[in-house]
Each structure stands twice: as structure tokens, then as C-alpha cells.
């Protein structure tokens, strides 16, 4: 019928396959032939039963994201649906790969979903800022019921076979031959007979009693939602399909999708979604991938534990290596217990903990890392320290290995240099936690190799990493962009700011937490220790570790924190240490408003990213708003710096900053000829 939906039968079942590359996406031009199809086989006496099936790596993986924010074209997915229910035949969704969003909505559609072992289902809307929009707010809740059904669609979280299996929205799974399977599933149920009951008409879960419970648990998720209008919108939507009946339902879920797909947020995290993916991308020829087996990490202390966790969680043995064999069971030690920690809380399996440990090996002999095809250190932060490591690596590594820095500031291109193979050198920049955090910056020096980069970057995203390609400068793209944004921190709070109004116009902003709430946790004593090796100081900061208060590692910090809570309380002896110290320049209070603290710290935040771009250190502005979404808590739902930018306006950032250069004549607030340029011609290039 068309090459993106074709009808074969199989006896008296009809099998409607979808195949539009890469991931079944329901474009309209899917949408479309598949109506068709719908409509010829619900009036085709011959046809008994009907099994929707995909092909290639996927079942449907939703509706096609790039149509969004564009004039719908019909037929939309609701009406195809509502063809599905019409149907007095048995209907069967065969799902293998992923079933999301409107692929999921499309199996709702059917009275059976069957699925493959490995299959995953769920509707990830919420992480493009929607509520889903093709009634799976409506029908989710009636296989599975209310609670169940608000905390998938609320978290966005897919859940794999099994317990799709359990919970009653698959009716079958199977462990291969998925669309013969189901075929054999279908015909029983024609030769069962009807009627076949849709899922709309299934009410048998849907419990009014259970109301408050689910506006509780509800109450619990806004909290979480930080500003985002997504979380609450898909609550919502659930809540209604136990309050109302199922068309009203149906019609609000459309109405709060199509006021969110128009909003500001979704546009900011669609925005994401593809520049995530661009970001992995490599520009030039079809580059060859080198081949990684096992990786080697050196250092066992919390960041190269944490380097060596995220390769094992990924299914790569790990040689790990320490100088000493005290510190190596410290650092296999501190690793066992956090897998543990995971098996506490329920995230691990014993059995997963045993297989992930198994794939360890600790070593205090750098010839055991000659079997390794990508070598990563995370050895103290000094260039003479890394050098000598990477010169014992060039005397050690197997031709062809990849050799990488974890350095977070150091120049990549001199520690290259320092070996006889810059071609196989390069960063891979990991964040603390670095088995948990999503960020990857993989620094590209001078000389790197194209394919060693490829290659890094597919190894990133198959350990679930998010990376970023950066080039060579002091903090590469994410940590220069903070010292950026920490610039004014001081001057604020000796001009009359707080901590903790600072923090608290941050976390309004709906950062996770403000600038001093994150020293605090990282540990003041990092930047008092840089600062000292670099001649530079912070007057409040400074003080503050004179007197010994790290942070959260000593109970206090620019807060208070106690009895081990991590909960900061502003201390009222900080607050007269500012205070004393303004006294001492000179400066007297004054009040300081939310608008005036944002744009000092982010306006000269957005004004780096451009200097960034303007130097290539990195490819396309997007890549920015990755690295800050995902490395640095910047708000999801504003897109990363970049993106907010062309919200808030850049012709205003411009001339914000030129009043605080003016004002105050810091390097910080002078505008790059980039920014200036956005702000005329509204791109970036
Ligand atoms: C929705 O369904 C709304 C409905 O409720 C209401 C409708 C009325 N559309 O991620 P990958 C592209 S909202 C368009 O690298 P993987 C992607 O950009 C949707 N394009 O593959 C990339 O392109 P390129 C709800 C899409 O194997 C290529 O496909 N569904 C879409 O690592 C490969 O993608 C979702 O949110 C799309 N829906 O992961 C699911 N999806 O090669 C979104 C992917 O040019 N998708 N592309 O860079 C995913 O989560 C992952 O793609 C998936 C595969 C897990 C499926």
C-alpha cells in the first residue's frame, strides 16, 4: 500500500507493518497509509484477526517529534486509534524494541499487546515537557491502574516485559519469532470469539475510592517537578481519567498536550532531545570505529572508582590500577560498597552486583594494562603527575590503544605531546559522581585521531553517557563557563546579597541548587587550593576555609549543617563575616533584587558560552546546553544557557552587560563580538 505500511496476511489474519526508519516514528506519511489500512480490514470479511508489527530495530518509538510546533496534519493519531476500537475483530500489537509515547498509545488502541522479552514500554513525554497526547493518559491507567500508571507516565521511565507482563499491559511475551507469536495469539483469540472489549471500556481498575491516595502521591511528584509545567499537566490528565468519563478524559489530555507542545519548556527540552544527539555527532568522511574490549582505568580514589563503575555498569571488564596495593583495596573496597548501597535501595540485583564485580581486575603493575584498548587516568590534577603516567602508558599500551586524561583543566595537547603517540590521546572529562552523572566531555586535542574520537563517543553512549565534544582550553567548555558564573559571587554578597538569597533566586530560576549550596557540597577547600596555586583569592570563601568550614564534609560552609543533614541553614556568623568583610572595603549593604543577582551570575554565563563559540572549543551552541543541562543542573525546562538566551532575549543580555561593564569595568561583563552578532541576526553562527 505504501512502502511505509504494507498489509501481508497470514490465513485469516491480516499483519499491518509499519517500517519508517529509524525508529517507527508515526509520521504522517505512516499515519496516513495506516488509517487506510485500518479502515480496508475492519470491513474485510476475510480478515479474522489483525497483529500491527514493525519493522527494523523497533516497534513504534512515538509520534514523530519534528512534526511538533508544526499545523497538524490529518489524520492525527486519535482518530486512527479511535478506527482500532471500532473494530470488532481481534487486534494485536506486536512490540519488540521500544513501545513509546504514541507507539504505546497505537498498542492501547489494540485489545492485545504482545511483546518480546526484551522489549521496553512506556510514555516518555514528560521528557519532552508533554503530557502524552494520544490518550495515554486515558487508557494506561485502566490496564494498569491509577497509581501505577501516574508514577510511568510522571517519571517518563519506560518498563521492560516482564513487568509490563505483571501489571497487566501485555498480555503475552514472548522470547522470539515476536510476529509469528503473535499471529498464533490472534488467531486463537478470533477462534475464541468476541466481543473483544477496548481498552476504553475497561473501568474495572479505575477505583474513585482510591482518590486520595493518588492525590497524595500526586502532591508528592509536583513537589518534585521544580517549576516544570510537564509533571503536573500528566497528573492531571491521570486524575481525570478517574474522575471523568473517558471522552471528557480524552478531550482535556488533548487540550493540556496542545497548550504545552505550544509552550516555551517543551520547545526547550525538544530542543535538548536533538541537540543530544547532534552533539554525538562527528562531522567528515564515514569514520572507522576502533575496537574496545576492556578498559583500563588508573587510580582507584573516588573519581577513578566512580570512571571504572560507569565502564563496568556498561558490561566492559575494568583493569584497574592503583600504586599501592593498600590503595587498591581501598578503591575495590569503596566500590563494593556502593554497589551494595545500590542493592539496599532496591536499584541492583545481588545477582548484577556479582556480575559487575567479577568484571574487575586490580593491579599495581602498569604492564597489566598492555591488553587494554582504551586507558583512562584520573590521577592527581598536576601536569608533571600526568605526564609521567602517560609516558609510562606510551611505554606499556598496545598500539592502537586509546589513551585518555581525566583532567578537568590541564592542557590536553602538552600531555599529548609528552607521548609517541598524540594521535591516540584525548580527555574524557567525567563528572562526580562519574557512575552516575550523565555528562561526558570528550576533549579533541590538536593531533587527536577522527576515529579515536568516533570511537570514544559510540563507547560513551552505550555506557549511557551524554556526550559532548569539546576542544582544548583552561576548564574546557562546562568548568570555564562556571568560573564565569561564580565571578560576581563574591562582589554580590559583599554589595549586601546572602547565600542564601542568592541560592534561593537560583533554585526559583529552578536550578536544583544555588552556587553556594554546591560549593558547600563539592568542598570549599577545591577552589581555596586552586586559588592558592594560582595566586588568586576570594575574600569570603578564603575566610570561610581559614576557619576550617569545608562544606558539607565539616558541618559548615558558607551554611550550617548538622548533625550530618545536608540540609543548609544560613548561619548568622557567615552572614556577619560578609558583612564585617564589606565593612572592611568599604562597601555598605544594600538590597539586591532576584532580576539583578540572575544577571550578574548568568548573563556573563551566556556571554562565555559565546566565547566559547567564537574559539570552536565548541561546535555548535547547542553542545553548550547540553553540557550545562547535564553536568550542571541548569534547568531542563529552559533548555541550557544558550537556548534560554534566545528566551530571554539576547539584545537585552547585550545591554545588561555593557551597563555592568560600564558600572564596574570587569572582564566578565564584556560583551563577545558573538553575542553582539546574536543579537542582531538572531543566530549563532
Ligand atoms: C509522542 O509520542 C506524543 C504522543 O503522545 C502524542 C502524539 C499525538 N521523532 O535516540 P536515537 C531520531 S512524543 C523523530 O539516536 P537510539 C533521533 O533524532 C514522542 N525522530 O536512537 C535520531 O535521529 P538522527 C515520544 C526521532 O537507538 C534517530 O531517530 N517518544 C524520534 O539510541 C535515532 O535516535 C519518545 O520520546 C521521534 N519520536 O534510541 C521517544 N525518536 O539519527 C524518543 C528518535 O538524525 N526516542 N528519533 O540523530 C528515543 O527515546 C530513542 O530514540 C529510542 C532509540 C529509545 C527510541
Excluded at 486509534?81 to 470488532?88: K, Y
Aim: proline share 5%; net charge neutral.
Amino acid at each position: 500500500m505504501s512502502s511505509f505500511v504494507s498489509v501481508t496476511r497470514d490465513g485469516g489474519v491480516a499483519v499491518v507493518n509499519i517500517d519508517n526508519p529509524p525508529v517507527n516514528a508515526l509520521s504522517f506519511h505512516v499515519r496516513e497509509p495506516l488509517m487506510q489500512a485500518l479502515i480496508l480490514l475492519r470491513d474485510e470479511p476475510s480478515v479474522a484477526a489483525i497483529v500491527i508489527a514493525c519493522a527494523g530495530r523497533t516497534f513504534v518509538a512515538g509520534a514523530d517529534i519534528t512534526e511538533f510546533g508544526k499545523p497538524v496534519q490529518q489524520p492525527e493519531l486519535r482518530p486512527i486509534i479511535a478506527v482500532l476500537e471500532e473494530i470488532a475483530k481481534p487486534t494485536v500489537a506486536a512490540i519488540h524494541g521500544t513501545a513509546l509515547g504514541g507507539g504505546l498509545e497505537l498498542a492501547l488502541g489494540c485489545h492485545f499487546r504482545v511483546a518480546e522479552a526484551g522489549a521496553r514500554l512506556g510514555l516518555p513525554e514528560v521528557k519532552l515537557g508533554l503530557p502524552p497526547g494520544g490518550g495515554g493518559t486515558v487508557r494506561l491507567p485502566r490496564l494498569v491502574g491509577a497509581d501505577k500508571a501516574l508514577g510511568m507516565i510522571v517519571s517518563g521511565t519506560p518498563i521492560n516485559a516482564a513487568e509490563a507482563l505483571g501489571a497487566g499491559l501485555v498480555d503475552a511475551v514472548f522470547d522470539s519469532d515476536l510476529t509469528a507469536r503473535a499471529i498464533s495469539f490472534a488467531r486463537d483469540m478470533a477462534a475464541k470469539g468476541g466481543p473483544f472489549m477496548p481498552v476504553r471500556d475497561r473501568n474495572d481498575r479505575l477505583d474513585p475510592a482510591g482518590l486520595p491516595e493518588f492525590d497524595e502521591q500526586a502532591a508528592k511528584l509536583a513537589k518534585k517537578a521544580r517549576g516544570l509545567e510537564a509533571p503536573i499537566a500528566c497528573a492531571q490528565a491521570v486524575r481525570n481519567a478517574i474522575t471523568l468519563p473517558f471522552d471528557e478524559a480524552l478531550a482535556a489530555e488533548r487540550k493540556l498536550f496542545l497548550k504545552l507542545v505550544a509552550g516555551d519548556q517543551s520547545r526547550a527540552q525538544r530542543h535538548l532531545f536533538f541537540a543530544e544527539r547532534e552533539a554525538a555527532k562527528i562531522s567528515g568522511k564515514d569514520l572507522s570505529r576502533r575496537k574496545v574490549a576492556r578498559v583500563g582505568v588508573i587510580g582507584a580514589g573516588t573519581m577513578g572508582g566512580g570512571i571504572a563503575m560507569a565502564f563496568a555498569n556498561g558490561g566492559y571488564p575494568v583493569t584497574l590500577l592503583e600504586t599501592s596495593s593498600e590503595a587498591l583495596e581501598r578503591g575495590l573496597a569503596t566500590i563494593d560498597r556502593n554497589y551494595a548501597v545500590s542493592v539496599a535501595r532496591g536499584s541492583l540485583s545481588e545477582d548484577a552486583k556479582r556480575q559487575r564485580l567479577g568484571l574487575f581486575k586490580g593491579t599495581t603493575d602498569y604492564g597489566d594494562l598492555a591488553d587494554c584498548d582504551l586507558i583512562v587516568e584520573a590521577v592527581f590534577e598536576e601536569m608533571a603527575v600526568k605526564k609521567d603516567v602517560f609516558g609510562r602508558l606510551d611505554a606499556v599500551a598496545k598500539s592502537g590503544a586509546i589513551l585518555a586524561t581525566n583532567t578537568s583543566y590541564l592542557d590536553v595537547n602538552e600531555i599529548a605531546a609528552s607521548t609517541s603517540r598524540p594521535q591516540d590521546v584525548l580527555g574524557l572529562h567525567f563528572f562526580s559522581p562519574a557512575n552516575v552523572m550523565k555528562l561526558l566531555e570528550i576533549v579533541r586535542a590538536e593531533r587527536t585521531d577522527a576515529d579515536a574520537l568516533a570511537t570514544v563517543v559510540e563507547l560513551a553512549r552505550r555506557i549511557g553517557k551524554v556526550p559532548v565534544i569539546v576542544g582544548v582550553c583552561h576548564g574546557f567548555v562546562g568548568n570555564r563557563m562556571l568560573a564565569a558564573r561564580g565571578a560576581e559571587s563574591e562582589a554580590l554578597l559583599l554589595e549586601g546579597a546572602t547565600p542564601s538569597r542568592i541560592d534561593r533566586a537560583f533554585t526559583d530560576f529552578g536550578w536544583p541548587m544555588g552556587p553556594f549550596q554546591m560549593g558547600d557540597l563539592a568542598g570549599l577547600d577545591i577552589g581555596w587550593r586552586n586559588r592558592k596555586a594560582r595566586g588568586q583569592t576570594a575574600v569570603i570563601a578564603d575566610a570561610l576555609c581559614e576557619q576550617g568550614r569545608f562544606g558539607q564534609k565539616t558541618g559548615r560552609g558558607f551554611y550550617l549543617y548538622e548533625n550530618g543533614s545536608r540540609v543548609s541553614v544560613p548561619d548568622p556568623d557567615v552572614e556577619a563575616l560578609i558583612r564585617a568583610k564589606a565593612a572592611e572595603n568599604g562597601i555598605a549593604p544594600r538590597t539586591i533584587g532576584a532580576d539583578e543577582l540572575i544577571e550578574r551570575t548568568l548573563y556573563p554565563l551566556v556571554n562565555e558560552g559565546a566565547k566559547i563559540l567564537e574559539e570552536k572549543i565548541a561546535a555548535r551552541a547547542s553542545d553548550i546546553d547540553v553540557v550545562w543541562v547535564n553536568g550542571y543542573g541548569f534547568p531542563v525546562g529552559k533548555g541550557g544557557p544558550m537556548f534560554w538566551a534566545g528566551l530571554e532575549g539576547v539584545d537585552k543580555i547585550v545591554a545588561r552587560l555593557d551597563h555592568w561593564h560600564e558600572r564596574t569595568g570587569r572582564q566578565v561583563f564584556r560583551a563577545s563580538p558573538l553575542l553582539r552578532r546574536m543579537a542582531e541576526t538572531g543566530s549563532w553562527e
